[in-house]
């Protein structure tokens, strides 16, 4: 693997203990939403970092969010701190309309409003989502 495709790591001292790996995503209940639909229901839109301006539609279901265009939201934009595949996870219940952002396990933090995103909660519109370097809003369709 070329050094440039390796995920570079931000030191951020941590609050408290950090959850390590993405194993547990595998459990995470809201993986049956299948939905594969391409239904756009809201939008990832780059503020801070590279590729600002640039947008990523978040589609029904549940959405990857990494580098990689592997991922079904591929953040392409040139942060190396962002992990090539599903660094964060994005999924909308249509039953419930809801918006739920899952940490991916990665070494990188997330943080939604500021906040350390530690296992998942949920997302609405206007949330500034900072993965890596780069910070995102967070806007329903």
Known sequence: MADRDKTQTVHIPASKPIRQGGADMDNVSTQVLSDTSNIKVGFL???VGPGKGESRPIFSGT???????????????GDATISRLQHAVVVYDGNARTFRIFDGGKQNPIHVNGERLSGDRPINHGDTVKIGLTTLRFTVA
């Open 63 to 77: 959405n990857q969010v990494g580098r990689s265009p592997d991922n079904r939201v591929p953040l392409d934009f």
């Open 45 to 47: 839109t780059v503020i």
